[in-house]
């Protein structure tokens, strides 16, 4: 697609080639330079003026560098040798005052003051001299001439000096040679200067024939560059054009092939530009509808209309993407869904921003999706049928359990009253109603009436046995009937309930589930527990949470009763966990193969001969509409499973209201 935009009319105004069914390509013409040409062209041409003043500079600014360096190697030579050349000639010029002076003495006849100071005078220059480090040059002069100094003073007499002559010549020897040495080596300093002067005339030389040859070598070999780089450039060129050609094609029959229409619009116009796609898509005759932004617009279905607007300028203010979808009017009358994608470019400052885009006819699947929604919400409304019926199912399987002990009870009491010994009672009064008339002697002489009290006695005491079972099983079948009375309300109260969100404890909710479930089952070998959590209320839609525990624990007892493991249970748990509250159910039953693991939810799968395949798929998806998810999990076969329910603090259609 972009390689097409690349290659379409969007800026240009000389067409190229028409493409059926597609874009028209428009562009510029194969004799101009193109932009991309013209940049590799100057940045090569920046390339070689770069190289060609690189080979000017380096070597002069090497050489003045080597210069710099020497220059300052000499500075710092003659920086230290001045200094020390001067003590040197310090010192030597004193010590010759003083063997003057000593050569005066034979006039004189003693050593003048001056002399004295003058041979204090070298010893001292000879000391600073050891001390900056000239201890290599100096020797054991200043040794020497200090010892001198020490013991020669003012007044000395030519006898004294005459002593000391070995002495005195020794220093004297000492100091010329040090005053020669360090008159040396300034003269070395002063002939490297000017020997360096001489060899930095010569690099300067050198330097610049150097430039002029590397010059020379620069130019010929980025002419050689440029030349093949502008070759290879021509070559790239000329396959991109026709790659673009090719994509052009291309484009073009994959745009006609899904029904698809490419578009330009330039801000602050009300131009557009369509490929003929387009107009094929609006059902818009070639050549007869000149599109513009206002006509677009009125193709757009009125109810859609402003939106459609207001996405165009929305991408074209803020310079972002285009994604918007809405109805169209065909001429034909027939209604289309139609998805728009497109983006804003700017090639320049002054050719201001374009939304370049293309749309889709979505149409089928549009009515794909309306068409899946409607067969989600039939499965969904089958599986809440489903749930319902299991939930009636067990409600009735437990009605019926306590009707069983209705009916017990019903024929005990019938059993009772047919057993009664109260027959015998009317014998008894139809032979007094015989005797009326000499009951007293019929008591007192006839052997029946004698017996009478006796037997009075014993049928008292059998109708008491009599009224007390009654009464018991009276009492049970009073206790029964309530207990189907309940379970009625029970199923009732869920019933009305039934999309609506209600604020409820978990635990209570979970009770209800178990009473259903399991409620006068007697005859049931599975032990049901309970580990209940202290859980905060939720606010969830309760009929929907009872449908998919109902059939979980409906299941878990299946898969115990299945089984051969001994004892068969199943545990219940409550607990907390971040942002809402989890039930998982567990069962020691037959578990699940691992290959069932990832179509366990999905709809229609079941391994019961009678199974139906809606329940763990509807309670997925009631799961998922009360904002949590429904998990399964199994070590294997023979091995238990647990299900576990996660429901958020609040469902996301209460967090709406």
Request: one cysteine or more; charged letters at 25%.
């Amino acid at each position: 697609m972009s390689a097409e935009l690349e290659a379409a009319p969007f800026g240009s105004a000389s067409p190229r080639a028409d493409v059926r069914g597609g874009a028209r390509a428009r562009g510029p013409s194969r004799d101009t330079a193109s932009p991309g040409r013209l940049a590799v062209i100057s940045r090569s041409t920046d390339k070689l003026i770069a190289l060609q003043f690189l080979a000017v500079v380096l070597p002069i600014a090497l050489v003045l560098m080597l210069q710099m360096v020497a220059d300052a190697r000499r500075a710092a030579a003659l920086a230290h040798s001045r200094p020390l050349r001067a003590l040197a000639a310090d010192a030597r010029a004193n010590y010759k005052t003083f063997t003057n002076g000593v050569a005066d003495v034979i006039d004189s006849g003693t050593l003048g003051s001056n002399s004295a100071d003058a041979l204090r005078t070298a010893a001292l220059r000879l000391t600073e001299l050891a001390h900056r480090g000239e201890s290599a040059v100096v020797g054991d002069a200043p040794e020497v001439v200090n010892r001198l100094a020490g013991t020669v003073a003012r007044g000395a007499s030519l006898g004294f000096l005459l002593a000391r002559r070995a002495d005195i010549m020794r220093a004297d020897e000492l100091t010329r040679a040090i005053d020669a040495e360090f008159e040396r080596q300034d003269e070395a300093v002063v002939k490297d200067a000017i020997d360096s002067s001489i060899r930095q005339k010569r690099q300067v030389v050198g330097a610049l024939l150097a430039s002029t040859a590397l010059t020379v070598l620069f130019v010929l070999a980025t002419r050689r560059r440029l030349k093949r780089q502008l070759e290879a450039d021509a070559a790239v060129e000329r396959n991109r054009r026709a790659e673009l050609e090719t994509v052009s094609v291309r484009f073009g029959i994959a745009t006609q092939a899904a029904r698809a229409g490419v578009y330009e619009w330039r801000e602050h116009s009300e131009e557009v530009w369509w490929s003929e796609t387009m107009s094929e898509l609006y059902g818009q005759a070639l050549g007869a509808f000149k599109p513009s932004l206002r006509q677009w617009l009125e193709l757009i279905h009125p109810d859609d209309r402003e939106p459609a607007s207001t996405a165009l300028t929305t991408a074209m203010r803020e310079g972002g993407q285009l994604r918007s979808q809405y109805r169209i009017l065909r001429r034909d009358g027939s209604l289309r869904h139609v998805e728009s994608l497109g983006t804003v470019v700017c090639d320049s400052i002054r050719s201001g921003r374009r939304l370049i885009g293309i749309d889709f006819d979505v149409t089928e699947r549009v009515n794909a999706e309306q068409r899946e929604r409607q067969l989600q919400q039939q499965l969904r409304d089958a599986s809440r049928d489903a749930g319902m019926a299991e939930v009636a199912t067990n409600v009735l399987h437990n009605v019926g359990n306590v009707l069983n002990s209705v009916n017990v009870s019903a024929s005990l009491v019938t059993d009772i009253v047919k057993r009664s010994r109260a027959a015998g009672l009317t014998r008894v009064v139809a032979l007094l109603r015989e005797r009326a008339g000499d009951i007293g002697a019929f008591v007192s002489t006839d052997k029946r009436g004698r017996q009478l009290p006796t037997y009075l006695e014993q049928l008292s005491k059998a109708l008491l046995t009599e009224q007390s079972g009654t009464l018991q099983e009276l009492d049970s079948l009073a206790r029964n009937i309530q207990h189907i009375k309940q379970i009625v309300a029970m199923q009732q109260s869920y019933a009305k309930l039934a999309g609506v969100t209600d604020t409820i404890d978990v635990r209570s909710l979970v009770d209800d589930c178990l009473r259903i479930s399991t409620a006068a089952d007697t005859a049931c070998s599975v032990a049901v527990q309970r580990e209940f959590e202290t859980v905060p209320p939720i606010v969830v839609d309760k009929h929907k949470v009872l449908q998919i525990l109902v059939n979980l624990l409906r299941n878990a007892r299946h898969a115990c009763e299945a089984s051969a493991q001994a004892p068969k249970h199943v545990t219940v748990r409550v607990t907390n966990r971040s942002g809402g509250v989890r039930i998982a159910i567990t069962d020691n039953g037959i578990g699940i193969p691992a290959e069932h693991m990832t179509k366990i939810f999905s709809h229609g799968f079941t391994t019961k001969k009678d199974g139906h395949g809606f329940g763990l798929h509807g309670g997925a998806l009631a799961a998922r509409e009360l904002g949590g998810q429904l998990h399964a999990a199994s070590d294997g076969p023979d091995k238990g499973a647990t299900f576990t329910l996660d429901l958020p603090l609040q469902t996301p259609e209460s967090i709406h209201d």
